[in-house]
């Protein structure tokens, strides 16, 4: 399926609060033995921000992928082993059941072993580890940290931008996190990062074109996982007919017509993206690791 089948959209997403939240970053990085990277399972690349790895190029990274519950649990294991193969420790959770999550602070101790060793032979037992837990917004991480420390300890919410300001959360396993705001980056690396982002509500969808979004995501799903198409919508995913078109066809089997017979396109994308969000599709991962989104020379899985 090629890229000049999908409908072209301007996403730009930067809210001013999240330049302060970049900055504030930078200068309490210095503070922590390690970062904790939280990704959304259904798309570990395009939730991911490329500007941490300038920031912290060279701390010790815990990956979680969160939100397995709704993902794909072969991709999940070919992710889990991406990010493994690039260094970094990865812990695979659904925060708001809080499977995996007791993973959490093993997960640190083994990967600041070293770190921890120094401490005993400065005679420093019992100093906590310090981390710094980033992630981009409406990714599951202030759920995931209260989850981790037993107690309301980080604002949550369902929408984009919630956490705001710096938090210091002490967790009795000799743990001190350091919850940072949710934070995206001044330009998408391309339109289907944009996308991904805005169908999963790291970014607000109604910033968008719903219709072509519906589209484009239409065409995604029937690219990869055609029989989930088929047996929600009763519909062939034929790729080559265009996103509109499967729209069109998905919105007319349910009836979604406004007069004169035309398909009712705005209300079949919400549709689409509401029983998305719902499950009703099924565990789908939206990219792999040897999408060509992917940066040059990572790891072939």
């Known amino acids: 399926m090629s890229e000049q089948s999908f409908e ?27 970062l ?6 259904r798309i570990p690349h395009a939730s991911r921000n490329p500007d941490i790895d300038r920031i912290a190029p060279d701390k010790p990274r815990l990956v979680v992928l969160n939100r397995c519950d709704l993902a794909d649990p072969a991709m999940t294991a ?33 990967l600041l072993a070293d770190k921890l060793k120094d401490y005993e032979a400065k005679g420093q037992v019992g100093r906590p580890l310090r981390v710094m837990v980033l992630g981009i917004p409406n990714v599951g991480k202030s759920t995931l940290i ?20 710096r938090q210091w959360i002490s967790i009795g396993t000799g743990l001190d996190l350091l919850d940072t705001p949710g934070i995206l980056w001044p330009k998408f690396d391309s339109q289907e990062v944009g996308e991904l982002l805005a169908v999963t509500n790291a970014i607000k969808a109604d910033v968008l074109d ?19 198409v088929r047996e929600r919508y009763r519909i062939e995913p034929d790729v080559s007919a265009g996103g509109f078109a499967l ?55």
Request: aromatic share 6%; proline share 4%; hydrophobic share 40%.
């Open 8 to 34: 072209k959209m301007n996403i730009q997403w930067y809210p001013g609060h999240m330049t302060k939240a970049r900055r504030m970053i930078e200068e309490n990085v210095r503070l922590v033995d390690a």
């Open 36 to 41: 904790c990277e939280i990704l959304d399972a």
């Open 78 to 110: 070919r992710w889990s082993a991406y990010f493994r193969c690039l260094g970094c420790a990865v812990l695979e959770t659904d925060a708001r059941s809080g499977r995996g999550v007791g993973g959490f602070a093993p997960a640190i101790r083994s």
């Open 146 to 165: 209260n989850k981790v420390a037993g107690r309301k300890a980080a604002i949550a919410g369902d929408k984009p931008g919630v956490t705001r300001g």
């Open 210 to 228: 719903r219709e072509t979004l519906g589209a484009n995501f239409m065409l995604r799903l029937a690219g990869h996982y055609p029989e989930a």
């Open 247 to 301: 729209l069109e066809q998905a919105a007319r089997k349910r009836g979604f017509l406004v007069s004169g017979g035309e398909a009712d396109l705005e209300r079949m994308a919400n549709t689409l993206l509401k029983e998305y969000h719902e499950g009703k599709l099924g565990r789908l991962t939206l990219e792999s690791p040897d999408d060509r989104a992917l940066d040059a020379g990572k790891p072939d899985l």
